[in-house]
């Protein structure tokens, strides 16, 4: 019952913040003249008056939060929060059924970018800007934002960033305060985004578009104005621009910040993830530009590396976005690009998966046993980017694996046993979990999840929660122990 009251004020403040994002696409109506400002506003000031009834009430509880408390804190607010971010959904597109609403809108507040939604081309434009700002606040996190804003309230901030924070290794701090950590990643996350806005908008898109698939590229969460995705412009150039900001954007966003303040390259050069993060998923561009080639399926090498470079950083980066059907690919392309979004971006970006560094840990483990079996009385410790790691992130790390192995399963099982096939099952299941968007099969990059029926669309919503909130936070407040005091 105390975690409970703990988190009420907190998230009070959370859901006056979150309203205030209903300004963007009131005013994207207004330019537009789509007729959709009312619904925002209804769905604002409804928003505003539930959140305000919460802080008001809680006013004279200012307990501390506990880590248990943060972990409960950020559950709530992405999932309460996706609930409410369904209203403009529901009350603009006739006929959408809440477990639908729900899947689009934690598909975007988890950047995942899977839709149940087509005929994108013919909704009003401040409702695509919606989903898309969605996205854009989930890629970072909106808990991230928060806690630049608690601090100020006495209600203390680090235990939130701790269970919001992808990577295993949580404690480091880039600043000595949290709130200035908060508002340090935010301000490059607006710089890099503006530097996106204005690359598509100079490489053809219209502001509009431009503005939509910056939330989306950088929150890495594929949404997009038009059915037809990227080959609605059939541009080398406009891809281009998106291949290099979803690459900018599955790096981390602390080393991004390092190297922002200290105006120098050289915090990337320490960072560990980043050269095998992009040694794997430019190397798979090339390597499946060639088995494409070699298969006949596009004509010559420059032709195949436009469209693998496009489709593999996209999936690998689980952002979602397609140009062209690849599952019509040969069936090792698009099963070597789900293999890779589970990997390949790295902690701290806005991609989803168990991260690069994971990755390494578990090479680095794996090496080790090879050591102590062929010399059991040699003292190796585990190393990464030259620091030594403490055998508790390797234990943690092994059991994230496991959990995640075990998640992946028992989410292919139930979709299994609802009626799905065995390929879109495992699509499904592993996109979503990934945080990716498009599956395999019925539910792959030139499809939607409207296939699905309701029982399906929610084990679906249910997986993209638990693989952006990295499987712990989610998990662990189903366990009695997180209730007991």
Known sequence: MRTLIAVIRPLGVIGMVMSLSHLVPIAASLLNDDGAARVFCISMLFNFVVALIAFAASRNLKLELKPRDGMLLVVLAWSGGAAFATLPLLMLIPG??????????????????????????ALPPSLN?????????GGMGIIVLAVAILPLLGVGGRQIFKAETPGPMKDQKLTPRIA????????????????????????????????????????????????????????????????????????????????FRSRSARPYWR???????????????????????????????????????????????????????????????PMWMLFLCSFATCSGSTGGGIKMIRAQLLYVQIYREFIKLLHPSAVNPAKLGGQVIDNKVIFAVLGFLFIYIASLVSLTLLLLVSGLDALTAFGAAAASLNNLGPGLHLVGPAATYAVLSDFQTWVCSFAMLLGRLELFTLLIIFTPAFWRR
């Not at 959408?96 to 005929?119: H, K, P």
């Not at 996106?196 to 502001?207: D, E, F, S």
């Not at 561009?285 to 010559?300: D, E, Q, R």
Request: proline letters at 3%; one cysteine or more; glycine letters at 8%.
């Open 96 to 121: 959408l059924s809440f477990a639908d609403a729900y899947f689009e809108a934690i598909s975007g507040l988890t950047a995942s970018g899977g839709t149940v939604l087509s005929g994108l081309d």
């Open 129 to 137: 800007i919606w989903r898309g700002l969605l996205v854009w606040l």
């Open 180 to 259: 200035e950590t908060a508002k340090g990643l935010w301000l490059v996350y607006v710089l890099i985004s503006t530097a996106c806005l204005i690359a598509y908008h100079l490489a053809g898109m219209n502001w509009l578009d431009a503005t939509m698939h910056m939330f989306t590229t950088m929150g890495l969460g594929g949404f997009s104005t038009h059915d037809a995705g990227f080959a609605h412009w059939n541009s080398p150039l406009i891809e281009a621009v998106a291949i290099v900001f979803m690459l900018i954007a599955s790096l981390n966003f602390g080393s991004h910040f390092l190297a």
């Open 271 to 333: 960072d560990p993830e980043l050269p095998l993060c992009l040694l794997v998923i430019l190397g798979s561009c090339v390597g499946i530009a060639a088995y494409l080639l070699i298969t006949g399926v596009y004509p010559n090498f420059w032709v195949a590396l436009r469209y693998a470079s496009f489709n593999v950083v996209s999936v690998a980066s689980t952002t979602g976005y397609s140009s062209t059907d690849y599952i019509q690919w040969p069936i090792f392309a």
